[in-house]
């Protein structure tokens, strides 16, 4: 019935969309744009004024009216559920999962512009939805593809920067160590030197930015080559999109990797903005630091193992399992080794989530591929066990509000499938994926003339004392 309902609202929206029409839910001006306007950055420069009037009558109409009551539990508890930031790309929902601009994941599947019929989305094709909440057209995703291309170049001190590491030093602080030395050329910082006005920083950011996206996947590609392939390092292909060519850079060209590479960038980019990683890069960018300063912050965030590293720790977990009960492990041993993990005092990687409350729609639909191009592959076959047996455990422990399978639980089967085994280095995979969101953003920040981020903290003194005096 859900899903009928899903084919319905879609078919509906498309034909909206065959009408020019610009309203979908949150999506304020989506339509189809004509072939001849190829332009990203005119076409952020069209929409700015107005969405700067847009928050100042926000600001002036409703800049008292409260959003909730913010509780003890929620300042010691990480600020769970408190309402304390504004971004743009993406929001979450609990139960539904992520919207991009107001689209699901499903729909991005459908509206997005595709390099094979019927194929996966075109990171391109997201990056210009998450700039502008427009659904872009073929043409325009092609120009954007160009355009990423020709910023792609990437100097030399950034590789010997890389070089001073050992090899065996972790993938994550190799990369993020490359984006570190892109910063020498921002312009953003440039402009500021030389006293740029407020009115005009987004015009930096925004070079900076698609500077940063372009060369990610570059520096990203040559870690991995630098790790495990002995330094052979692949040159860009210029005639591939964004994420075929981050794919190809890496060394991998079954077309199928090719798709999965486009799916997996279009749906790690972004996660709306209270996750570790794009709260990290818009705080930072908050103190006017510059794109390349703010995404490597992030970076060091998403290196976490209770965020983006659980992307390898669940296969390095499955491995585990697979080595311990052998790959036609039953139910019993697996629910064993499960509470194994658990009794031990580790948590159960790929399963549970700060924000979710249902299974992860980036987990529904890598499992959709997997069944699609890999249902027999032994790996995806105990990851599907893992969704039958995991959920009542951590259920049973009354403790998880989030007891189904993130983002994460999914993706290593998937790579590993291809030949990607090296789980180390699957959160740089995750890296260059979020430079899309938190990049589109993060000029939006600047567009919209958002202020130093800085919160109240206060000691348990006080807390001690405010409670015990408003008892
Ligand atoms: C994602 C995560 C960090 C969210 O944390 P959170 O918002 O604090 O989650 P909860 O409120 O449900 O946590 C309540 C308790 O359940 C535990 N819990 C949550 N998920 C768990 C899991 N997958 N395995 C075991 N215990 C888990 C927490 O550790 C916490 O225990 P504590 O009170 O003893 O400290 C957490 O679910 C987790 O550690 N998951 C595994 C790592 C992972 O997959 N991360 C990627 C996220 S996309």
């Keep these: ?20 029409t ?57 600020m769970r559920g408190m309402t304390g930031l504004l971004w743009e790309t993406s929001l979450l929902d609990p139960d539904e999962g992520i919207r991009f601009r107001g689209l699901s994941i499903p729909e991005c599947q459908k509206l997005l512009p595709a390099a094979i019929p019927g194929g996966e989305p075109l990171p391109e094709g997201l990056l210009w939805l998450l700039l502008t909440g427009k659904v872009p057209s073929k043409e325009q995703v092609d120009a954007l593809s160009k355009e990423l291309q020709s910023r792609s170049a990437v100097p030399d001190h950034v590789y010997k920067a890389i070089d001073a590491f050992p090899v ?3 993938p994550m602080t190799q990369f993020a160590t490359g984006v570190m030395a892109l910063q020498v050329e921002s312009e953003f910082q440039k402009a500021y030197d030389q006293g740029i006005p407020k009115s005009k920083f987004w015009e930096p950011t925004y070079e900076d930015s698609m500077n940063l996206i372009a060369r990610v996947p570059v520096v990203a590609a040559y870690v991995y080559r ?4 002995d330094g052979r390092v692949i040159s860009t292909d210029k005639s591939l999109d964004y994420g075929a060519n981050f794919s190809h850079m890496l060394g991998f060209d079954d077309p199928k990797m090719l798709e999965l590479m486009r799916l997996y960038v279009t749906i790690h980019s972004d996660h709306e903005g209270g996750n570790v990683s794009a709260h990290t890069g818009h705080l930072v960018a908050s103190a006017l630091s510059d794109p390349y300063l703010s995404f490597a912050a992030a970076l060091n965030g998403l290196a976490g193992p209770l965020h983006g590293l659980a992307n390898q720790e669940v296969l390095l977990w499955i491995k585990s399992v697979v080595k311990e009960c052998g790959e036609n492990i039953t139910t019993e041993q697996l629910k064993e080794y499960v509470w194994k993990t658990l009794n031990s005092g580790k948590v159960v990687p790929g399963f549970g989530h700060g924000v979710l409350r249902k299974t992860d ?24 066990k893992l969704y039958e047996v995991v959920p009542p455990i951590l259920t049973d422990l009354g403790k998880v509000k989030n007891p189904w399978p993130n983002v994460d639980a999914h993706s290593g089967a998937l790579l590993n499938h291809f030949g990607l085994t090296e789980a180390r280095y699957y959160t740089v995979l995750f890296g260059v994926s979020r430079s899309l969101g ?11 003339g958002l202020p130093l981020e800085r919160p109240k903290s206060v000691t348990m003194d006080w807390l001690e004392s405010h409670c015990k005096k408003s008892a």
């Design 1 to 20: 019935m859900g899903f009928l309902r899903g084919i319905t609202a879609l078919s509906k929206l498309r034909s909206r969309l065959g009408q020019q």
């Design 22 to 78: 610009t309203q979908l839910g949150s999506v304020r001006w989506l339509q189809i744009q004509s072939a001849s306007d190829l332009d990203l950055r005119s076409q952020l420069k069209d929409q700015i004024p107005e969405q700067q009037e847009r928050l100042k009558k926000i600001k002036s109409d409703s800049g008292k009216f409260q959003l909730g009551n913010i509780t003890v539990d929620m300042v010691i508890g990480g």
């Design 168 to 170: 065996t030093a972790h």
């Design 226 to 229: 630098r790790v495990y392939k």
């Design 361 to 384: 729609p980036r987990y529904t639909c890598q499992r959709e591929f997997a069944l699609k191009h890999l249902p027999d592959d032994p790996l995806f076959q105990l990851v599907s």
């Design 438 to 448: 938190i990049c589109s953003q993060l000029i939006w920040d600047r567009a919209l």
